[in-house]
């Protein structure tokens, strides 16, 4: 039961440049997304969210946007550096008491200096 | 900065063995959860624990399965005998939710090796 799927396994791209992660969803009851940013033996680390009544939010160099009639999501990481290789997971949840989050496959991000 | 603890870091056991994975929750949260990520596999949800209580568990927490949050500040994850499809990486997570949103913050993990 994939609700939520990061199509690519992996994405390279030159220091500087735009990274774009894109993650779709199949559930309409998600209404709050994240991003998480994971290294090799380490947990996954909060990045950005956002919720469902909203199409953008940003923090710094990473913005995320919401397209619900598509029901896709994508983080874009601008400028890249070599320290935000890592696998990024999207992972949705729907507003409820228990805050259960559906992860994606997630993507490895290589970025080249 | 707070952050969630979880120990040990790596736990090897036998086959049928129990074992209690530990984790310590950024203090002021309420929310907590356990998932897990199978080696090559997407992280899933295990459980999610509130006011002293479980909320929602998936369908891989079975009686096998239980949590406990014994003081009020550890929250444990017992596997009572353990299965070599057990092995996996196990990460608890809190939140303090807020308005709906679910901003959770996760441990370092437990590495489960089941033999």
């Known amino acids: 039961d994939q609700q939520v799927k990061q199509n690519s396994p992996s994405l390279s791209v030159q220091e500087g440049r735009i990274s774009i992660l894109n993650c779709d969803y199949t559930n309409s009851m998600f209404d709050y997304f994240l991003w998480y940013k994971k290294y090799p033996a380490e947990g996954p680390t909060f990045l950005i969210s956002i919720s469902s009544i909203k199409d953008k939010n940003e923090d710094g160099r990473f913005t995320v946007f919401l397209n619900k009639s598509a029901k896709h999501l994508s983080l874009h990481i601008v400028p890249s550096q070599p320290g935000d290789s890592a696998v990024y997971f999207c992972a949705a949840s729907a507003h409820s008491n228990t805050g259960k989050l559906i992860f994606g496959q997630g993507t490895t991000l290589q970025v080249k200096p | 900065e707070p952050e969630v603890t979880q120990t040990p870091s790596h736990q090897v056991t036998q086959m049928g063995q129990e074992v209690i994975l530990r984790c310590v929750p950024i203090?002021?949260?309420?929310?907590f959860y356990w998932y897990r990520q199978i080696l090559g596999q997407k992280v899933e949800f295990l459980v999610s624990?509130?006011?002293?209580?479980?909320?929602?568990k998936s369908e891989i927490f079975d009686d096998q399965f239980s949590v406990e949050r014994p003081d009020g500040s550890n929250f444990t994850l017992k596997i009572r005998s353990t299965k070599l499809e057990d092995s996996a990486m196990y990460f608890c997570?809190?939140?303090?939710?807020?308005?709906?949103?679910?901003?959770?913050?996760f441990g370092p993990g437990t590495r489960l090796t089941v033999l």
């Open positions: 203090s002021n949260h309420l929310y």
């Open positions: 997570a809190s939140s303090e939710p807020s308005g709906g949103d679910n901003e959770q913050f």
């Open positions: 624990f509130y006011n002293n209580e479980i909320s929602e």
